[in-house]
């Protein structure tokens, strides 16, 4: 009889083991990191305060255990990994990583791998890759930030509950907070937001197995002519440029990080493949925002099939491949105490795909935004819909106006300018913020903002 002493699998967990299963060399379940640190680190200092944060953290430092009847959990292993320090160029570190990241974590071994180089120049790279048992992007940016305060001297105590803790960090309050709270209690309305999709006409848009509802007759032409203008392309590629500008508006950065997915798993060839979950393969985008949307599309969609046409040895995928876009700002970590960080993606990651075009927007530890983002994190509970009309403004962008740069597109609802003025704030606040907020509220409730074309409605809960 084996003694099981540890947590059992959730259902998403089960799935993910049930794809790894299928293909145990893949490494479509890590989620690596690779943090550009831009000032004096000692190696071994940090080594040690990921070290520590692993000991207090029991995601962190379990492993998988099978037991003879076939059944699968957790738990604790005995003496966890150190990271590997070394010097090297930045290149050669990235090299590296690259390379490194191609090989499957064992989950019943280790559930992380992490390296640190020091550079000639004083600088310093932290590899991080955390396998996606244990692990999401928002929880990855909390481990980074909560290794930089043990480094610098400061306490963190996460919870036995690794998900807690992550909602506990993500969730915090502030004098702006209260402020915030105040203005609710005055005004328990919210402001009106415009959607992409309401209850309105229907409208075939891709194959019957894409239906979108859209909020009224006029706007029937929007994904009949995004359609048409991707006839060739496919939705990947109109999400996939939208997605790139939006987070480039938001992080200020202009390379983002995107996943896109290998396969579309209504085959037979993608079910005896992947299993349950869709895997996506990392492409980096680098929308130049002084052109116009369209000029940005042509060059996503040669990025973008030029990556499924080399993704799977030997066969080019169709496509009609659902869009899966996980967007990663390249500045995904702001500081590291007080040194600059920047951030490469090096991720292939994987999700229950369930056959739906979505959207994910994941700002990592954005820094805090102006008073209007406050208030939008004081409603209760968060709607991630408010992002839609900031999305439908760039695809309508996309579809008309061949002149106008990204960087000049105004996002803001007229409610929402209204709203800007009457809360007052004294600052002149851009629409970025509201938005920013907006999805920093969500992922503070563990909540993915998606656009659903199937349910025809933004949601923030698809995971």
């Known amino acids: 009889m084996s003694s099981r002493t540890g947590i059992p699998l959730s259902p998403v967990q089960r799935a993910m083991l049930a794809g790894q299963r299928r293909r145990p060399d893949s490494a479509a379940h890590n989620m690596a990191l690779l943090a550009h640190i831009d000032g004096p680190v000692v190696a071994a200092r940090l080594a040690d305060a990921f070290d520590e944060l692993v000991a207090r953290t029991r995601v962190l430092s379990d492993v998988l255990v ?3 009847d076939g059944a699968v959990w957790t738990q604790r292993r005995g003496e966890a990994p150190t990271s590997r320090i070394a010097t090297a160029t930045r290149d050669e570190a990235l090299s590296w ?11 019943e071994e280790c559930l992380y791998d992490s390296a640190i180089f ?9 590899y991080l890759n955390l396998h996606h048992l244990a692990t999401d992007a928002t929880s990855s940016a909390l481990v980074f930030e909560a290794t930089a305060e043990i480094y610098e001297g400061g306490e963190v105590r996460p919870r036995a509950d690794y998900h807690q803790w992550i909602s506990d960090q993500a969730v915090g309050t502030s004098t702006r907070h209260e402020r915030a709270a105040l203005y ?11 959607n992409l999709y309401g209850s309105g006409a229907e409208t075939g848009a891709t194959s019957p197995a894409h239906r979108v509802v859209v909020a009224d007759a006029s706007d029937l032409r929007l994904p009949e002519g995004l359609t048409s203008l991707s006839e060739q392309l496919g939705w990947t590629t109109v999400m996939t440029t939208v997605a790139a500008v939006l987070m480039a508006r938001l992080s200020g950065e202009t390379k983002v990080s995107v996943g896109i997915p290998v396969h579309h798993r209504r085959g037979k060839v993608a079910k005896s493949v992947i299993g349950p979950v869709l895997e996506v393969v990392p492409i980096t985008v680098e929308p130049d925002l ?7 599309h042509d060059g996503v969609a040669a990025i973008v099939f030029d990556a499924l046409a080399h993704s799977a040895p030997g066969r080019t995928p169709p496509a009609d491949v659902d869009a899966l876009v996980n967007v990663i700002s390249h500045a995904a970590f702001p500081a590291f105490g007080s040194r600059k960080v920047s951030v490469e993606w090096i991720h292939n990651g994987s999700i229950d795909a369930r056959n739906l075009l979505q959207l994910q927007l994941t700002p990592y530890g954005s820094p805090e935004g102006q008073f209007i983002a406050d208030i ?11 992002v839609a009309s900031h999305v439908l403004t760039l695809t309508r962008a996309l579809l008309d106006d061949d002149r106008t740069a990204a960087a000049q597109l105004n996002l803001c609802t007229e409610a929402e300018m209204a709203a800007q003025r009457r809360w007052g704030t004294g600052t002149a606040l851009r629409s970025d913020d509201l938005l920013l907020g907006r999805l920093r509220d969500a992922l503070a409730e563990r909540h993915t903002v998606a656009v659903d074309d199937t349910q025809a409605a933004l949601t923030g809960q698809e995971l």
């Open 97 to 107: 990583c690259a390379t490194r990241a191609r090989v499957a974590l064992r989950p």
């Open 184 to 194: 609710w209690q005055a005004n328990p309305t919210p402001p009106p937001l415009n």
């Open 376 to 386: 939008a994190r004081s409603v209760a509970p968060p709607d991630p819909r408010s």
């Open 118 to 126: 020091t550079h000639p120049d004083g600088s310093a790279s932290w």
């Open 290 to 296: 002084t052109l116009p949307m369209r000029s940005i």
């Open 66 to 68: 099978e037991g003879p």
